[in-house]
């Protein structure tokens, strides 16, 4: 006999709940112990490479606990929507599959937020919170922003709820706002999340020391193995790079790969030190490996820049049409993705008018970002329109940040 592996009974299972949840009745209609009519998303096996997470156990026996009980028990019940919309949210970030969960995670706190009708102030938070964080990974920051400041007037005294201020703040440019969240934030509870946030405006603000030890602590709050913890050290060693420590940077790297083995962000991330050193062979090899355990964009256009580092015009090509598909696929699930085309423009084609559309699209939605100002000074440096960049390198520079780009543009000036 065949054997069956677990992740096929798991997707054999859920596809059995499915296809008995689109045939069966409503119980407060039928009156009956029928499983009730409840659209829930799925979720989708993982990469074998990502079986083994600490988390993925947990994950899927609450997944399946969560739409027992709204098909079993109570269709109505709002908490079971927002606990799987944050559920779907995480393995969007941990798998890669953006165009399958975020669409799902939304979909489940709107119903969640229907249902609710603004009856039950603790319920109606945690859903407002939980839109605001999903709105953040989608680009959606004014937006987020809003609905966070919804949530807070039902709770101004959960940590979380900051975080999405300080988040949307942040890329919209409100960076003395996001200062007064995240100070909020750390006074309620220090943990992974508020040092991580302390550590971003930290280097905003151009205290790049400030910023590696704030991650640092951010690091050391986190429990060793989750995709939390690998997260923040990878931020930790993307510090170390930017700033001119790759050695420190790798060190990094090879931890998370020790804590939480084959987490592809980890690999991908030493794939660009490979690099940076022209090790060519090397940094294909880790990106081959990363991109075969999630699709993720960033891979793509690293392994695209390869191929075009080493001459390889056929390849180039095909992974360019790959990633063309691969934006386009997260635009159709409602993510913004206009400073992602436009880096790939400017970074690999080198077509900085094609580049600055897309960045002046960003601009018009947050025009005090620095990140965005930063973009669309290099674009005009490019093109040789030193002149038109002033504006731009001066509300970038706004809050002294030290970001290497920056400061050799400001020489420029």
Avoid at 27 to 36: D, F, M, R
Avoid at 223 to 251: D, F, I, M, Q, V
Wanted: some cysteine.
């Amino acid at each position: 006999m065949k054997q069956v592996s677990t992740s096929n009974i798991l997707f054999l299972i859920l596809l059995t709940i499915g296809l008995t949840a689109c045939t069966g009745k409503n119980n407060k209609e039928s009156g009956t112990s029928a499983i009730n009519v409840v659209e829930i998303p799925a979720l989708l096996p993982r990469p074998a490479a990502l079986q083994n997470a600490v988390e993925w156990d947990k994950t899927q026996s609450s997944y399946m606990q969560l739409s027992s009980d709204l098909r079993l028990k109570d269709a109505y019940a709002v908490e079971p929507r927002v606990t799987l919309a944050q559920i779907f949210a995480n393995e969007a970030r941990v798998t890669g599959e953006h165009g399958h969960y975020y669409p799902a995670a939304l979909k489940m706190v709107n119903d969640a937020l229907e249902m609710n009708k603004g009856l039950d102030r603790d319920q109606e938070f945690l859903a407002l919170s939980t839109k605001a964080s999903v709105l953040l990974s989608q680009h959606e920051f004014k937006t987020a922003l809003e609905t966070a400041k919804r949530a807070i007037t039902l709770n101004p005294y959960n940590a979380q709820i900051y975080g999405a201020l300080v988040d949307a703040n942040v890329e919209l440019g409100n960076y003395e706002d996001a200062v007064t969240a995240s100070d909020k934030m750390v006074k309620t509870r220090p943990d992974l999340r508020s040092y991580s946030r302390v550590s971003y405006l930290r280097e905003i603000y151009g205290d790049v020391p400030g910023a590696i030890k704030a991650m640092q602590m951010a690091v050391n709050a986190g429990a060793p193995g989750y995709e939390s913890t690998a997260w923040a050290r990878l931020t930790l060693g993307e510090l170390y790079r930017r700033y001119g420590k790759p050695e420190e940077a790798k060190n990094q790297y090879e931890n998370i790969l020790v804590e939480r083995p084959k987490y592809p962000f980890a690999i991908a991330a030493l794939a660009e030190l490979e690099m940076d050193n022209k090790n060519y062979a090397e940094a294909e090899k880790l990106l081959d490996e990363a991109a075969g355990i999630i699709p993720e964009v960033g891979y793509y256009m690293q392994l695209a820049e390869l191929y075009k580092a080493t001459g390889r015009e056929e390849e180039m090509k095909t992974k360019e049409k790959e990633i063309f598909e691969m934006l386009q696929d997260d635009v159709d699930s409602g993510h913004n993705m206009d400073l992602e085309y436009a880096t790939f423009y400017r970074d690999h084609f080198e077509n900085f008018d094609k580049a600055m559309e897309y960045t002046k699209k960003e601009y018009e939605k947050r025009p005090a970002n620095i990140d965005v100002n930063r973009m669309i000074a290099s674009l005009y440096v490019k093109k040789g329109m030193e002149s038109e960049a002033t504006a731009y390198l001066d509300e970038a520079n706004a809050t002294n940040s030290k970001h290497p780009e920056l400061q050799a543009l400001l020489t420029t000036k």
